[in-house]
Nanobody, 124 residues
């Protein structure tokens, strides 16, 4: 099982980035894929989750609602996170993870598959 997050970088406040998470080694349609982030000194936070079973997307963090949009391309086994109106507090390492269902972050940490993260730095 492999999950490869990419697309991070340095951006000014107010800017945009699109992250990608390419999945391989498992049947994409059988899993939910979540986006998470972890800022220095803080706990890992759930951002959003795509459920392959019904195509639904849920957003965990109120702080990103209206600014971040998750999407998927099942043909490419890839999910995306479009991040607009970025703020310095969005600075973190962003991860994607696969789990049988969308769940809380602790459940993803316990039973999910994780890839290496991608660093997003938002300057003020």
């Amino acid at each position: 099982v492999q999950l490869q997050a990419s697309g991070g970088g340095l951006v000014q406040a107010g800017g945009s980035l699109r992250l990608s998470c390419a999945a391989s080694g498992f049947t994409f349609d059988d899993y939910a894929i979540g986006w998470f982030r972890q800022a220095p000194g803080k706990e890992r936070e759930g951002i959003s989750c795509f459920s392959s079973s019904d195509g639904s997307i849920i957003y965990y963090a109120d702080s990103v609602k209206g600014r971040f949009t998750m999407s998927s391309d099942n043909a490419k086994n890839t999910v995306y996170l479009q991040m607009n109106s970025l703020k310095p507090e969005d600075t973190a390492v962003y991860y994607c993870s696969a789990h049988k269902v969308c769940a809380v972050v602790s459940e993803f940490q316990r039973r999910g598959y994780w890839g290496q993260g991608t660093l997003v730095t938002v300057s003020s």
